[in-house]
């Protein structure tokens, strides 16, 4: 195997201090040492994925690197007999496609840690739709729901709905009987949320408070929030007693400016939500319901699916434009 060679998306860093994007030819030997060897069938498109593929270097530290925290295939080859050649799995989180060479790519190397067997119930095309957005979807929701917050105690709020975390979030919360207030910067996209399961779409300018109040009209049981920042602030003034409010991005900011109040006259608590390191146990967990119960009807509307890793340098533009909408998942080869 070590002379294959194949084809990989290649972010170079220029003697301007430029990065450029190619697709170019990677051997296997090139792949970092690891006890799995995987023939990649479908990656997915994340935030941290524009990122890198940008150059910045508080996501990836050098390069020339080949991104992609997401990928779904086939092992090759295994140095370890609970992972068998052939077999279908699945790799999220981790390093993977951060410093270590990522699924925009026809092969990945990595640790036997970093391993998740195919769910039963998901294709490889299907679990990259999901892919490390739609468990961090789920693990928020999973906190959400372990921590108390019962459907008829009020609306749940999704921030960033039109993203890949919020499509989703919103989407596993109406199919857990939640009635779904959907945030978004982009009104035109209100029928799409609706079809996903929002029951109302407001405008994100409408939860962005500047009255510098240190708490609001309580509104929400509890919260998903994807952006961070000042949305994040006005969300959890505004969560009821009791609420909580579940923290997994920071598409604005990544900082966060509060008082004290929400949390000691109105017991709000906040969840931080780390889909990188979470322990294999809640992991395999997670990704049971993604593949059973949380399952999505409507995947299909959440998808953009590229052919090829050709496609990929539009869609990473645009994702850093925020003009993007729900998932976009590639192809890697027949």
């Given at each position: 195997?070590e ?6 998306l ?10 450029v ?7 296997i ?5 690891g006890?799995v060897?995987?023939r990649?069938?479908?990656s ?32 090759v ?5 609970s992972?068998?050649?052939g ?10 496609g ?10 990945i190397?990595?640790?036997a ?18 892919g490390t957005?739609?468990f ?7 906190k959400?729901?372990a921590s108390?917050?019962?459907?008829d105690?009020?609306?749940i709020?999704?921030t ?7 499509s989703?979030?919103v ?9 779904v207030?959907?945030a ?6 209100a ?24 708490l609001l ?12 920042g000042?949305?994040?602030?006005t ?13 997994c991005g ?26 990188v ?8 967990d997670?990704?049971?319901k ?5 399952k999505?009807?409507?995947?299909e509307?959440i ?14 533009d645009?994702?850093l434009?925020?003009r993007?909408?729900?998932r976009?998942?590639v192809?890697i080869?027949?």
């Open positions: 195997m002379n294959i060679r194949f084809k990989a290649i972010v170079s860093e220029t003697d301007d201090q430029r990065f994007r190619v697709i170019g030819a990677k051997r030997e090139d792949l970092p040492a006890e060897l995987i990649v069938h479908y997915s498109i994340n935030y941290k994925d524009a990122l890198s593929a940008a150059g910045n270097k508080g996501v990836t530290r050098r390069y020339p690197h080949t991104p992609g925290i997401d990928a779904a295939g086939t092992v080859e295994s140095a370890v007999a992972i068998e050649a077999s279908s799995v699945v790799v999220t989180g981790h390093d993977l951060m410093n270590t060479s990522g699924g925009f790519a026809e092969y190397r990595v640790p840690a970093w391993v998740v067997p195919l769910p039963e119930g998901l294709t490889l095309r299907e679990s990259m739709i999901c957005a739609g961090t979807a789920a693990l928020a929701c999973h959400l729901i108390g917050v019962a459907p105690q009020g609306p709020l999704v960033g709905a039109t993203g890949g975390v919020g989703i979030a989407a596993i919360l109406a199919k857990s009987g939640y009635r207030i959907a978004t910067t982009k009104p035109q996209e029928d799409y949320l609706r079809l996903i399961g929002a029951q109302e779409v407001i405008a994100t300018a409408e939860i962005d408070d500047q009255s510098g109040r240190p009209k309580p509104r929400w049981a509890g919260v998903v929030d994807t952006v961070s000042n949305i994040l602030s969300a959890i003034k505004a969560t009821q007693y009791g609420g909580t409010v579940a923290c920071n598409v604005t900011s990544g900082e966060l400016h509060t008082s004290i109040y929400p949390f000691i006259l109105n017991g709000v608590s906040l969840l931080g939500i780390d889909s390191n979470c322990l294999i146990g809640l992991r395999l997670i990704w049971a993604l593949a059973g119960p949380w999505l009807a409507h995947l509307a998808t953009t699916e590229l052919a090829g890793l050709e496609a990929l340098d539009e869609r990473l645009l994702l434009q925020g993007h909408r729900g976009d998942i192809r080869g027949s």
